[in-house]
Nanobody
Framework: QVHLVESGGGSVQAGGSLRLTCAASGHTYRSYYCLAWFRQAPGKEREGVANIDNDGSASYQDSVKGRFAISRDDAKNTVYLQMNSLKPEDTAMYYC???????????????????WGQGTQVTVSA
């Protein structure tokens, strides 16, 4: 069993910043797990934002490259998503995901992740 809890969402104006945090726990979770962030805007499908594997290799969706940064602290079983220069189109529910292995290229692939959090809302106003 793996339990993921996201936090750090909120409402900001365009150009602002937010830092999302996802804390992992559970009997099955291991510090080498691949971790990812996804998002889903109203009326749209869920899309991959960024992921990071156990050696720190990361990948991003094109629309967030240069603005978002994913990082992890394995001592705390935590993954972060630093979001800068936020745009209204970044408005979505953001989800954390984890699994034993993943592909780290051009952003995370939904089918590669078994464990999911409940999400945290990010709203960016113009």
């Amino acid at each position: 069993q793996v339990h993921l809890v996201e936090s750090g969402g909120g409402s900001v104006q365009a150009g602002g910043s937010l830092r999302l945090t996802c804390a992992a726990s559970g009997h099955t979770y291991r510090s080498y797990y691949c971790l990812a962030w996804f998002r889903q805007a109203p009326g749209k499908e869920r899309e991959g934002v960024a992921n990071i594997d156990n050696d720190g290799s990361a990948s991003y969706q094109d629309s967030v490259k240069g603005r978002f940064a994913i990082s992890r602290d394995d001592a705390k079983n935590t993954v972060y998503l630093q979001m800068n220069s936020l745009k209204p189109e970044d408005t979505a529910m953001y989800y954390c995901a984890a699994d034993e292995a993943c592909t780290v290229v051009e952003g995370p692939l939904e089918h590669e992740y078994k464990y999911w959090g409940q999400g945290t809302q990010v709203t960016v106003s113009a």
